[in-house]
């Protein structure tokens, strides 16, 4: 059988991860006499790599992260409160697969985001679904809907993924009936699927942000039941970097009149 047949043969199987590696792999066997059960096998796992790429590509995307975080670029050294041997133990997905929960508490800007980001993007590695959302997005979308019906559908979106990632809690004042929202996500989801929240103020003060004490304290009475609570604390990133780029920027502002100067007497 010639190549030509080989590649139509792996296009009409859809076998698109073999056929880019193919002409590649065939020259190595020829090369290398490999025997016909390693070039086999070396074709195919190809072929399984590009459909995992492919997989995750597509369930990063439907996820929605507001930015593509890793923990690899995460700077632990600039909070050291940020306990990163438990962060990499969430990064294991063990809690996913014990349906367990997570709470991020701190200020605004010390990491919050990022590492909840970074989380999903391993637990989409590992095979799970995910998705992001801010607590207003999510609480704006159901408020939105005018039906019981496409209610129960935007609800299921919610439901449905192994890790549901609310982030932003307490950054501001949350619209009438978030309490009753989040309250049925979140009762819903118990002891099912795993739920990952931030939130930029201490849990005692849900009730006056949800502007709903009843719902708080059912709300906190499933998520804390089985959660993990990770307090950070420390410096904002966002103010170090702003501080930083002012610094460069005025630095850059006193040096160029001398650098005309210079230039000029030159």
């Known amino acids: 059988m010639n190549n030509q047949i080989l590649k139509r043969h792996a296009q009409?199987?859809?076998?698109?991860g073999l056929l880019s590696s193919l002409e590649l792999r065939l020259q190595e066997a020829e090369s290398?006499?490999?025997?016909?059960?390693?070039?086999?096998?070396?074709?195919?796992?190809?072929?399984?790599?590009?459909?995992?790429?492919?997989?995750?590509?597509?369930?990063?995307?439907?996820?929605?992260?507001?930015d593509v975080r890793s923990l690899e670029d995460f700077d632990f050294s600039f909070n050291p409160s940020v306990p990163r041997a438990r962060i990499y133990q969430l990064a294991s997905c063990q809690f996913l697969r014990e349906k367990r929960d997570v709470l991020f508490v701190g200020p605004p800007g010390v990491g919050k985001s990022h590492l909840a980001?970074?989380?999903?993007?391993?637990?989409?590695?590992?095979?799970?679904?995910?998705?992001?959302?801010?607590?207003?997005?999510?609480?704006r979308e159901l408020l939105a809907e005018a039906t019981e019906t496409a209610v129960g559908r935007l609800l299921a979106r919610y439901l449905k993924p192994d890790l549901l990632i609310i982030d932003d809690m307490g950054l501001?004042?949350?619209?009438?009936?978030?309490?009753e929202i989040l309250l049925e996500i979140i009762m819903r989801r118990y002891e099912n699927r795993s739920t990952l929240m931030t939130s930029n103020r201490p849990i005692e003060e849900w009730g006056k942000l949800l502007s709903d004490v009843p719902a708080a304290s059912a709300i906190l009475d499933r998520l804390l039941h089985r959660c993990e609570i990770i307090p950070i604390t420390g410096r904002s990133y966002r103010l170090q970097q702003s501080t930083q780029e002012r610094c460069a920027t005025e630095e850059n502002t006193t040096q160029t009149p001398a650098r005309e100067k210079k230039r000029n007497a030159a």
């Open 172 to 179: 501001k004042m949350l619209p009438p009936k978030s309490g």
């Open 32 to 66: 290398n006499r490999l025997p016909y059960s390693q070039f086999l096998e070396l074709v195919l796992q190809d072929e399984l790599d590009v459909r995992v790429s492919r997989r995750v590509a597509r369930r990063n995307k439907a996820a929605s992260f507001r």
């Open 117 to 139: 980001q970074a989380i999903g993007a391993e637990a989409i590695r590992a095979g799970f679904l995910v998705l992001y959302r801010s607590v207003f997005d999510l609480v």
């Open 12 to 16: 009409k199987l859809q076998l698109s």
